[in-house]
């Protein structure tokens, strides 16, 4: 089992809007700050949101982050069939002393 | 732009040595920064080995730290994954990646390599 706990999958129509949710605890999600990766298919993964809710250069603002006490959640509106992919939160914990993720949440834009 | 290429064999023997090279291009691994691997079994997550600083300081999972040893040459821009004793469960597409060393934010990722553990 993994560290944080995602949904396997979620699906919504295209234009819609969809959250993922991850839940951890006090030694990972609620003092460390969350990343989440988006993993097309067949391809490595890539860097969607870090500290809880910061975007990177290139990401459009239909990606958002947000965290409370020992849950993270990304949201995507507008969803496009682009956005069709796996989504992993991550972050580190302090008790292993290790990064971490969560299992994986399959995006279906149906 | 920062850029990583993974390589080394995609075929290891049951009980023997995965040794795989994380090839760093656009960036200088001296100046900062943790570099780290990660892996995916197929059909399956993301698994967190372990990251190592330009110092050589580490930090590695629990759960395979026994078996796992992460080193760094920065003459030659590279760091590396040896991991000893490998079973069918090795069985991964191996990920090198910079690690900002705080909350482990991974950016950006190599495009990673399929190592198979079989006789």
């Known amino acids: 089992q993994s560290v944080l706990t995602q949904p396997p999958s979620v699906s919504a129509a295209p234009g819609q809007k969809v959250t993922i949710s991850c839940s951890g605890s006090s030694s990972n999600i609620r003092n460390n700050y969350v990343s989440w990766y988006q993993q097309l298919p067949g391809t490595a993964p890539k860097l969607l949101i870090y500290?809880?809710?910061e975007r990177p250069s290139g990401i459009p603002d239909r990606f958002s982050g947000s965290k409370s006490g020992t849950s993270a959640t990304l949201g995507i509106t507008g969803l496009q069939t682009g956005d069709e992919a796996d989504y992993y939160c991550?972050?580190?914990?302090?008790?292993?002393?290790?990064?971490?993720f969560g299992g994986g949440t399959k995006l279906t834009v149906l | 732009q920062v850029q990583l290429q993974e390589s080394g064999p995609g075929l290891v023997k049951p009980s023997e040595t995965l040794s795989l090279t994380c090839t760093v291009s656009g960036y200088s691994i001296s100046s900062g920064y943790y570099w780290g691997w990660i892996r995916q079994p197929p059909g399956k997550g993301l698994e967190w080995i372990g990251s190592?600083?330009?110092?050589?300081?580490?930090n590695y999972n629990p759960s395979l730290k026994s078996r796992v040893t992460i080193s760094v040459d920065t003459s030659k821009n590279q760091f590396s994954l040896k991991l000893s004793s490998v079973t069918a469960a090795d069985t991964a597409v191996y990920y090198c990646a910079r690690d900002t060393g705080y909350s482990s934010v991974l950016d950006p990722w190599g495009q990673g390599t399929l190592v198979t553990v079989s006789s």
């Open positions: 500290d809880n809710n």
């Open positions: 190592i600083y330009h110092s050589g300081s580490t």
């Open positions: 991550g972050t580190w914990d302090s008790s292993l002393s290790a990064g971490v």
